[in-house]
């Protein structure tokens, strides 16, 4: 089946999602011990995390959506 343009898009967002996941978790794993409480760029690593994440979650659902049993409409 040939892909239509727009899935070519949706693709390469998922790469780039993939990819700033990679990147942040290297980020993450290199980054000095926080001070508990006292780490605001620690906790903005921690939430583009979650962030990254949700989006990947969001781009891999498949929706339901609610379509008519029948496709034209009777006379």
């Given at each position: 089946m040939t892909q239509l343009p727009y899935e070519a898009e949706i693709a390469a967002a998922e790469a780039a999602l993939q990819r700033a996941k990679e990147l942040l978790q290297q980020e993450i794993s290199d980054y000095p011990n926080p001070i508990s409480g006292?780490?605001?760029?620690?906790?903005?690593?921690?939430?583009?995390?979650t962030r990254i994440a949700s989006?990947?979650?969001v781009l891999?659902?498949?929706p339901f959506v609610a379509t008519p049993r029948m496709?034209?409409?009777t006379a």
């Open positions: 006292c780490d605001a760029q620690y906790v903005r690593l921690i939430s583009d995390r989006c990947l979650r891999d659902e498949q496709l034209e409409p």
